[in-house]
């Protein structure tokens, strides 16, 4: 109270300097009052960082080995034993996966190597790529080890179990690029160091002290390394489940502890009454006593009485505290409650809309699997071209390297056509009333054909469908009887036409030798 007392003084809500109160006869007037006051740089005793890591440390933003290490253990766990734990992870699992992925390319060459690496029987990425994408979620990282076969360079991948690497060196002069991974020592004291793969040369993306560290500390063969929910210099991955680790023990517990409710309060006990009976009578009856079973007797005297009872423990409705846990984790997970046997009084258009925030973030995670993807596809073709001497250019179509997802959703495109119906018909109106460029026109319609999943540059398809109408024309100008005519008949054709135009007899028009 007395550093709280001297702090209100200091901003006034004490009393003044010039209160009239006497001063205590103890303490001189002019003895200055001091508050006992420290520094320690680690902070308060019996605490510590959540990093634990000092300021001065590399990578602060990471969790510290240890709690790295117990973070995937209570993943794993989590996933195996835990329901709810389970759904967050598998439920984006089958939206991302279920129809299964393909890596595709328009040069036929490539495909047929991206083909051969996809079906390979040890890569064999369309039976591995569900787990694979799972332990991503759960981990926080995905590492794989580069095998490349010497004369067609083809690529084969063994995994690397995150929890198996003990350190992630990133760039001393980017820290946001990692550069080699380095691996716990096994039981025969042997440890790894593996350089991350990135699509060039060295000596062309990296500083010349970057490069010597490269070819010098990381010369055990090259990985390809992949992590999520980490900060841009940190350099580890962390788990989906790292936020509601805590929440989702607690939920366990609570239905745990609300089974061992139920069963106190289905049981109950025989309270026998014995009317007169001394200390001695009591004990030999409890000695003797069979408590009656189902549909059997107990008969007695009007000095015995026999009830069953039960336990009134007034326990409350716990359903609302148990969907607020749930709720808790769900909505940390960014997961509609329904999705988890909570409807409550969701209609079919509430859980509608309620389903968009999460397929927002089912998408940008298929993103960045599709980036993922991607980026190995074009590995596998930069192994090949380095066999044959060959330098990709990335930015031609035929070394670009497309990782094609199943739909997220089923959409009812119902709506959509409706829309596209009357947007045609506004912007075609909009461009003969000379208030729209058949350019702009075109793009809103291609925003919503984009709903359809067809998406397109309206420049572009405005140029290919003049090029088209005018084949068309050319095409029907040639395939029409009247073209290239005589004089004479020319001339009859003319004359034929301003007769129908001009509402003449239509025999005379039949009859026309033309």
């Known amino acids: 109270m007395r550093w709280l007392n001297t702090f209100k003084t200091v901003l006034g809500f004490g009393a003044s300097a010039t209160s009239e109160a006497p001063a205590s006869p103890a303490t001189p007037a002019s003895a200055p009052m001091r508050e006992a006051a420290s520094a320690q740089g680690d902070g308060e005793a019996g605490w510590r960082r959540v990093t634990g890591n000092g300021l001065d440390s590399i990578n602060e933003r990471d969790l510290a080995p240890m709690a790295q290490d117990r973070m995937q253990k209570l993943a794993e766990h989590l996933w195996q034993s835990n329901l709810l734990a389970n759904r967050l992870v598998e439920l984006p699992l089958a939206y991302l996966l279920a129809e299964g992925v393909t890596l595709q390319c328009k040069n036929e060459e490539h495909q047929k190597l991206l083909s051969s690496f996809w079906s390979d029987p040890i890569n064999n ?27 067609d360079g083809f690529v084969r991948f063994g995994y690397l179990d995150p929890r198996q690497i003990a350190t992630v060196v990133n760039d001393p002069d980017n820290p946001e690029q990692p550069i080699g991974v380095i691996t716990k020592r096994d039981n025969r004291g042997r ?75 289905r049981s109950f006990v025989w309270d026998v009454t014995l009317k007169g009976a001394d200390e001695p009578t009591v004990t030999k009856f409890e000695k003797t006593f069979v408590p009656p079973g189902p549909n059997s007797t107990f008969v007695h005297n009007d000095q015995i009485e026999l009830k069953p009872m039960a336990p009134e423990l007034q326990a409350a409705d716990t359903s609302q505290s148990a969907r607020l846990l749930r709720n808790q984790v769900l909505g940390g997970s960014t997961m509609p409650e329904h999705w988890f046997g909570g409807g409550g009084d969701v209609n079919r258009a509430a859980a509608s809309e309620m389903g968009e925030p999460t397929f927002k973030m089912y998408s940008s995670r298929q993103s960045f699997l599709k980036l993922m993807l991607e980026e190995i596809g074009r590995y596998i073709l930069l192994c090949n071209a380095r066999t044959r001497g060959v330098t990709p250019d990335w930015s031609e179509d035929e070394w670009q390297v497309t990782a094609v997802f199943p739909e997220l959703l089923n959409r009812d495109i119902t709506k959509f056509a409706s829309a596209m119906q009357t947007v045609v018909t ?39 469908a003049r090029r088209e109408a005018q084949a068309r024309a050319k095409e029907k100008a040639a395939n029409d009887v009247f073209t290239n005519l005589p004089a004479d008949l020319a001339a009859a054709k003319k004359e034929v036409a301003a007769k129908v135009n001009s509402n003449a007899d239509i025999e005379l028009v039949n009859g026309n030798p033309a």
């Open 426 to 464: 506004a912007v075609v109106q909009l461009i003969d009333a000379g208030l729209m460029t058949e350019e702009t026109a075109l793009k809103i319609v291609a925003d919503v054909a984009q709903r359809f999943g067809q998406d397109f540059d309206a420049k572009t398809e405005l140029e290919a």
């Open 125 to 151: 990425w369309p039976l591995k790529l569900q787990p694979r994408v799972r332990a991503l979620g759960l981990l926080g990282e995905q590492c794989y080890i580069a095998n490349v076969r010497e004369g």
């Open 191 to 265: 440890q790894y160091k593996y350089r991350v793969i990135v699509l060039g040369e060295d000596s062309e993306l990296f500083s010349a002290n970057t490069t010597r560290i490269r070819s010098e500390s990381f010369a055990d063969g090259d990985c390809v390394l992949y992590q999520l929910n980490k900060f841009p210099n940190g350099s580890r991955g962390r788990s989906d489940l790292l936020g509601q680790m805590d929440w989702l023990d607690a939920y366990d517990d609570f239905l745990f502890g609300e089974i061992d409710r139920i069963g106190y309060l």
